[in-house]
C-alpha cells in the first residue's frame, strides 16, 4: 500500500524557531501580552524541574510540548493551554540517555494523508533515536540513530520539514538527514565532509553545527563551525572559519537524495561570516520576488580581540551572496549568547549581548558595512533595574514577538538575569518591553514575573531559561488570548496569562 502525504505544515505557531525556520510570522499575528493575571507554576510531580539542555517550549494549535533532558523522567511532556495540566507524557524508555537525554528542539506539524483530514503529530530526536507520536501521545514510530550511521551521528539541533514533505535536521557531527514523517524511513543522510584554506594551509574536516537551521522550500541554510581533522600544524581555534552554508536538500525533483557541498567560486554554497563560533539560529524571511534574506552571527578579529558580528546573506535563485556586515563594539567579555529575532513585516532585527539589545532597522535596504546602532542597555528593558537591591541585569535568553497592529509596536519576551548588591546568586525573570515598530527604538519595560517561586511565593534564585519562551493562542471567555510557557533550566515550567 502507498501512503501519500497530501500536506505538511507547522502546526499553530510552530516551534520558537518559527521564525527562523519558516517565513510564515504566525507568531507575530498575535495579539501581545501587555500583562499577567495568572502565573500558573507546573507543579506536576511527573514533571522534570531540569531542562538544562533545550531551545525552549513549543506551541501548537491544542497543546505545548517541552523537552527535559533528566533520565529519571519523560523527555517530553504535552499541556493543556487552560489549566496547565498534563495531557500526556513520552514513555521512560524513549529518548534514552545516561547523564542527560539531550532532546532535540520539537516539531509539531499537521499532516493530511491520503486525502484525510489534517492530523497533529510530534517528531523529536536526540543522539540515540527518532520518534514521532500522535496528538494523543501515542508512539507512531521509532528509528534509531545507528540505522543512519554506525558511529552515531551526534545531537539534532532542531527538527524542520521541506516542501517535498520530508523531515530533515543538522547534528552536531556534521550530518544532515532526511526521513519520511510517516515510518521515519531513511530518504538520505550526508555528512558535510569539507576542506577550507585558513594562512595558505588546506585542512581538511567537516563542517558541524549546534544550530538550528533555516529551512525553507527545499533548501537548508545552516551556520556551521569547521572541525578540523588531526593535523600538522593544528588549526587555532581563534582563527577557525565559520561559514552560512546552502544545502540543496533534493538533487532534481526524482533524485531525492541532499545534494553533497563543494564550493564553486561562480555559484558558492558557502559565504564566510567570521571566526571562532557562530552563536543563534539565523532567523530568516523571504521577500516578495523570492529572494531569501538571513541573518547570521560569527566573530571578527579587531586588534587581536574577538568581537561579535551581524551578517544579511541573500539567495536568488541559487546566488548566494553577502548584503550587509556589522561589528558590535561589545564590552570585553561581552558575546551575543541567543539567537537573533526578526520581525519579518518591520524589517526590524534584534541582536542581544548579554548586556545590551541592538535595534536594526529597515534591513532590507542596508548594505556594505554597516555602523552598530546605539545599544539598548538591559537594565533599561525592566523596571526592577531600578530596585536598589540589583547590582546588573543581562538578558538571559533568545526573544520572543509579538506585534500590537494597533499601537504599532513590537513587544519583545525574553529571560532577565538579575544579581543583587549582595551576595553571587543570579534571579531570572521573564520580562517583557516594547518598543515602536519603527523609527527611533526608544524601548520601555511592560511587565516582569520571576522564574522561581516557593510554594509560599517566595521569590527564589536561579537562571531562569536558555530557551525562548514560546507565545501560544487560547480561548478566554469566548475572545482569543495570548499566554506564553517558559521551561526553566532548573525550576520547573512556568505558564503566563
Same mark, same amino acid.
Given at each position: 500500500?502507498?501512503?501519500?502525504?497530501?500536506?505538511?505544515?507547522?502546526?499553530?505557531?510552530?516551534?520558537?524557531?518559527?521564525?527562523?525556520?519558516?517565513?510564515?510570522? *504566525?507568531? &507575530?499575528?498575535?495579539?501581545?501580552?501587555?500583562?499577567?493575571?495568572?502565573?500558573?507554576?507546573?507543579?506536576?510531580?511527573?514533571?522534570?524541574?531540569?531542562?538544562?539542555?533545550?531551545?525552549?517550549?513549543?506551541?501548537?494549535?491544542?497543546?505545548?510540548?517541552?523537552?527535559?533532558?533528566?533520565?529519571?523522567?519523560?523527555?517530553?511532556?504535552?499541556?493543556?493551554?487552560?489549566? +496547565?495540566?498534563?495531557?500526556?507524557? *513520552?514513555?521512560?524508555?524513549?529518548?534514552?540517555?545516561?547523564?542527560?537525554?539531550? $532532546?532535540?528542539?520539537?516539531?509539531?506539524?499537521?499532516?493530511?494523508?491520503?486525502? +484525510?483530514?489534517?492530523?497533529?503529530?510530534?517528531?523529536?530526536?536526540?543522539?540515540?533515536?527518532?520518534?514521532?507520536?500522535?496528538?494523543?501521545?501515542?508512539?507512531?514510530?521509532?528509528?534509531?540513530?545507528?540505522?543512519?550511521?554506525?558511529?552515531?551521528?551526534?545531537?539534532?539541533?532542531?527538527?524542520?520539514?521541506?516542501?517535498?514533505?520530508?523531515?530533515?535536521?543538522?547534528?552536531?557531527?556534521?550530518?544532515?538527514?532526511?526521513?519520511?514523517?510517516?515510518?521515519?524511513?531513511?530518504?538520505?543522510?550526508? /555528512? @558535510?565532509?569539507?576542506?577550507?584554506?585558513?594562512?595558505?594551509?588546506?585542512?581538511?574536516?567537516?563542517?558541524?553545527?549546534?544550530?538550528?537551521?533555516?529551512?525553507?522550500?527545499?533548501?537548508?541554510?545552516?551556520?556551521?563551525?569547521?572541525?578540523?581533522?588531526?593535523?600538522?600544524?593544528?588549526?587555532?581555534?581563534?582563527?577557525?572559519?565559520? &561559514?552560512?552554508?546552502?544545502?540543496?536538500?533534493?538533487?532534481?525533483?526524482?533524485?531525492?537524495?541532499?545534494?553533497?557541498?563543494?564550493?564553486?567560486?561562480?555559484?558558492?554554497?558557502?559565504?564566510?561570516?567570521?571566526?571562532?563560533? +557562530?552563536?543563534?539560529?539565523?532567523?530568516?524571511?523571504?521577500?516578495?520576488?523570492?529572494?531569501?534574506?538571513?541573518?547570521?552571527?560569527?566573530?571578527?578579529?579587531?586588534?587581536?580581540?574577538?568581537?561579535?558580528?551581524?551578517?544579511?546573506?541573500?539567495?536568488?535563485?541559487?546566488?548566494?551572496?553577502?548584503?550587509?556586515?556589522?561589528?558590535?563594539?561589545?564590552?570585553? +567579555?561581552?558575546?551575543?549568547?541567543?539567537?537573533?529575532?526578526? &520581525?519579518?513585516?518591520?524589517?526590524?532585527?534584534?541582536?542581544?549581548?548579554?548586556?545590551?539589545?541592538?535595534?536594526?532597522?529597515?534591513?532590507?535596504?542596508?548594505?556594505?558595512?554597516?555602523?552598530? $546602532?546605539?545599544?539598548?542597555?538591559?537594565?533599561?528593558?525592566?523596571?526592577?533595574?531600578?530596585?536598589?537591591?540589583?547590582?546588573?541585569?543581562?538578558?538571559?535568553?533568545?526573544?520572543?514577538?509579538?506585534?500590537?497592529?494597533?499601537?504599532?509596536?513590537?513587544?519583545?519576551?525574553?529571560?532577565?538575569?538579575?544579581?543583587?548588591? &549582595?551576595?553571587?546568586?543570579?534571579?531570572?525573570? @521573564?520580562?517583557?518591553?516594547?518598543?515602536?515598530?519603527?523609527?527611533?527604538?526608544?524601548?520601555?519595560?511592560?511587565?516582569?514575573?520571576?522564574?522561581?517561586?516557593?510554594?509560599?511565593?517566595?521569590? @527564589?534564585?536561579?537562571?531562569?531559561?536558555?530557551? /525562548?519562551?514560546?507565545?501560544?493562542?487560547?480561548?478566554?471567555?469566548?475572545?482569543?488570548?495570548?499566554?506564553?510557557?517558559?521551561?526553566?533550566?532548573?525550576?520547573?515550567?512556568?505558564?503566563?496569562?
Amino acid at each position: 500500500m502507498t501512503v501519500t502525504i497530501d500536506s505538511f505544515e507547522a502546526d499553530g505557531f510552530g516551534c520558537p524557531m518559527a521564525h527562523c525556520n519558516r517565513t510564515d510570522d *504566525s507568531l &507575530h499575528d498575535l495579539p501581545p501580552l501587555r500583562s499577567v493575571e495568572i502565573a500558573l507554576p507546573i507543579t506536576d510531580p511527573i514533571v522534570s524541574p531540569r531542562a538544562t539542555i533545550h531551545l525552549g517550549a513549543f506551541t501548537g494549535e491544542t497543546m505545548a510540548v517541552c523537552t527535559y533532558d533528566s533520565p529519571l523522567h519523560p523527555a517530553m511532556v504535552a499541556y493543556d493551554y487552560q489549566t +496547565g495540566a498534563v495531557k500526556w507524557t *513520552s514513555p521512560l524508555e524513549d529518548l534514552p540517555g545516561l547523564f542527560q537525554r539531550w $532532546p532535540s528542539g520539537i516539531l509539531l506539524a499537521k499532516i493530511a494523508i491520503d486525502g +484525510g483530514p489534517k492530523q497533529h503529530f510530534v517528531f523529536v530526536a536526540n543522539p540515540i533515536e527518532f520518534v514521532a507520536y500522535t496528538a494523543n501521545g501515542d508512539r507512531l514510530w521509532k528509528r534509531r540513530a545507528t540505522d543512519i550511521a554506525a558511529a552515531g551521528i551526534g545531537l539534532p539541533t532542531s527538527l524542520s520539514y521541506t516542501d517535498a514533505k520530508e523531515l530533515v535536521c543538522a547534528t552536531t557531527q556534521g550530518w544532515v538527514i532526511k526521513l519520511d514523517p510517516i515510518d521515519g524511513r531513511v530518504i538520505d543522510a550526508q /555528512q @558535510l565532509n569539507a576542506q577550507v584554506c585558513v594562512d595558505g594551509i588546506v585542512y581538511r574536516g567537516a563542517f558541524t553545527t549546534t544550530k538550528s537551521p533555516a529551512v525553507i522550500g527545499n533548501v537548508m541554510y545552516l551556520i556551521a563551525d569547521f572541525e578540523a581533522k588531526v593535523t600538522i600544524p593544528p588549526l587555532n581555534p581563534i582563527v577557525s572559519p565559520v &561559514h552560512v552554508l546552502r544545502i540543496e536538500l533534493s538533487r532534481s525533483a526524482s533524485d531525492r537524495r541532499i545534494k553533497p557541498i563543494g564550493y564553486n567560486a561562480e555559484s558558492p554554497d558557502r559565504i564566510l561570516i567570521g571566526f571562532y563560533k +557562530g552563536t543563534g539560529s539565523p532567523p530568516a524571511y523571504v521577500t516578495t520576488d523570492g529572494r531569501v534574506i538571513l541573518f547570521a552571527h560569527a566573530h571578527a578579529l579587531n586588534d587581536g580581540r574577538l568581537l561579535p558580528s551581524i551578517t544579511a546573506i541573500e539567495d536568488h535563485a541559487g546566488c548566494f551572496t553577502q548584503r550587509w556586515r556589522c561589528v558590535l563594539e561589545a564590552e570585553f +567579555g561581552d558575546d551575543v549568547y541567543a539567537a537573533p529575532a526578526l &520581525h519579518a513585516d518591520s524589517r526590524t532585527l534584534l541582536v542581544t549581548t548579554l548586556n545590551d539589545v541592538y535595534v536594526f532597522r529597515n534591513v532590507d535596504q542596508l548594505a556594505g558595512q554597516v555602523p552598530a $546602532p546605539r545599544p539598548l542597555p538591559a537594565c533599561q528593558l525592566i523596571s526592577l533595574a531600578n530596585d536598589p537591591r540589583v547590582a546588573e541585569v543581562k538578558v538571559g535568553s533568545p526573544f520572543g514577538l509579538a506585534y500590537d497592529r494597533d499601537a504599532h509596536e513590537i513587544v519583545a519576551y525574553t529571560n532577565f538575569r538579575l544579581k543583587p548588591r &549582595h551576595g553571587f546568586i543570579n534571579y531570572g525573570f @521573564l520580562g517583557a518591553f516594547a518598543l515602536p515598530a519603527t523609527g527611533a527604538p526608544m524601548a520601555r519595560p511592560v511587565w516582569h514575573q520571576p522564574l522561581a517561586v516557593s510554594a509560599k511565593g517566595t521569590i @527564589l534564585p536561579g537562571l531562569g531559561t536558555f530557551g /525562548q519562551p514560546a507565545l501560544f493562542r487560547y480561548d478566554r471567555g469566548g475572545a482569543p488570548a495570548t499566554g506564553l510557557i517558559v521551561n526553566t533550566v532548573f525550576t520547573g515550567t512556568y505558564i503566563f496569562k
